[in-house]
């Protein structure tokens, strides 16, 4: 996995270094020459120097070969520039983009941008989620990202394969809203039974994201 950040302000920042822990392959594109020496000496990093909108800046940052692209500096319409340029010149799976102004959210969506997003937080944990397993993933967000709609996949291993929703032990802010089972849609109760294919639609926050992914993963059962 290959991703390719544009933007050295706070929110780029927290994603190189998100993503680096992580073991990911990122590169960074940024204007300002003094912070790009920061970022780099700061995370021990390449840090390309230059004009995300550039064609011949994105090719030396390897965009051929990135399967995500972020664009997350202070000015919208040069976010939406890059993922577009990311979609139609590179043919990039995925686009993320910083919205400055919330307005603008429905203009980034009808031009075909992946994700817009106005919080930091939701930006890394949607970027998180497409490095993630499959059986996991965050599928949406809400309310500026105070909620967030998550789909766990169900597998013969899953702790909650063969499980009622009852005995599953959830974090507080967390609710099971749905489960979809052979192109069926359940909305479950207590006595509901998750098996393998299913996929669980979970709406969370924020504060248990991290929680319920350890939930989901490695039980959490009553007896």
């Known amino acids: 996995m290959a991703a390719i950040i544009i933007g050295g302000g706070k929110i780029g920042y927290y994603l190189l270094k998100t ?3 992580r073991k990911v392959e990122a590169v960074m ?3 300002d020459s003094t912070v790009c020496e920061k970022i780099a000496n700061d995370l021990d990093v390449t840090v390309i ?3 995300g909108t550039d064609i011949r800046v994105l090719s030396d940052a390897g965009i051929a070969k990135a399967e995500i692209v972020a664009a997350v500096t202070g000015k919208d319409e040069e976010n ?3 993922c577009e340029i990311a979609k139609t010149n590179f043919s990039v ?3 993320f983009a910083r919205v400055n102004n919330p307005k603008n959210i429905a203009m980034f969506k009808a031009l075909g941008i992946d994700r817009s997003i106005c919080s930091t937080e939701v930006i890394a944990n ?3 989620s497409e490095l993630d ?6 599928v949406s967000t809400f309310e500026r990202g105070a909620l967030i709609l998550v789909e766990a996949y169900i597998t013969d291993k899953s702790p909650w394969n063969n499980k009622a929703v009852r005995n599953l032990v959830l974090p507080d802010e967390c609710v099971i ?4 089972r052979d192109e069926k849609i359940i909305f479950p109760r207590g006595d509901s039974e998750i098996h393998s294919g299913d996929k669980v639609l979970l709406i969370t926050n924020q504060s248990v994201l991290a929680s319920l992914r350890k939930h989901v993963r490695h039980g959490g059962i009553r007896s």
């Open 19 to 21: 993503l680096l822990e």
């Open 29 to 31: 594109i940024e204007r």
């Open 49 to 51: 120097c230059g004009d």
């Open 80 to 82: 939406l520039v890059i």
């Open 93 to 95: 799976s995925k686009t």
């Open 126 to 128: 949607l970027i998180e």
């Open 133 to 138: 397993r499959d059986d996991y993933h965050v």
């Open 177 to 180: 809203t749905s489960i979809f």
